[in-house]
């Protein structure tokens, strides 16, 4: 990844605690739902590539659960996250999660690459995420990919990534331009009263809250672009 000196970070610091750079919120959810190539799947195999945010997550483990409801006879999620990635890191975890059948993929590293420290450009995020898609479709043809933007940061976190809101904008043009779903965590987040009181650390929520904001409408999602629907 590429290093930015810490006296970029130090400035940028400084511009951001007068307000010049602002995480302004999303105005409406932007979600997008594109159908599967292949919908009839029984039982959905479901790979989640990200950061530390999905790593500790609750979510995908009880996503299974809720996709039950939708009228699959099963689902299993299989993370393959780890704290501090980012997408230049995306296609050597995805060579390292074997050769089984994935019916869908779902995709967060724009927390890290908006990281000032050890982030990368946004020119560099979205060539990363395209090679990563590609690279994906060439492993499992058919295979649907859904992007997610996450939860806003606070604090510190905030100062270290004061444009994470245009690295989560890239996600938007690139399921626009690939052909990709977009689940748009981040403007749950921004809707659900007191949300930064659910980030300890600024960066990392309370897994409970963020289960409770992701589950239920992300296996909603997943049931649409496999041409089913939840009734729970």
Known sequence: MARWPVAALVLCSAVAALGIFRQAPPEAVRDRIVAAAIPGAERLSIVAFGTSLTERALWPERLGDVLRE?????????????PGAGSAEALAMIAKDGTGA??????EFAVNDADLVDGVSRAASLANHRAMIAALR???PGIAVLLITTNPVAGLQRLKRPRLRAYGDLYTRLAEEEGASLFDGTARWVAAPGWRTALPDGLHPDPEVE????????????????GRSCTG
């Open 102 to 107: 994935r019916h869908l993929a779902l995709v």
């Open 70 to 82: 939708c009228g699959f006879r099963g689902a299993s999620v299989a993370v393959r996250a780890r």
């Open 138 to 140: 060439a492993r499992h």
């Open 211 to 226: 289960a409770a904001l992701y589950t239920r409408p992300l296996a909603g999602m997943i049931a649409r672009i496999f």
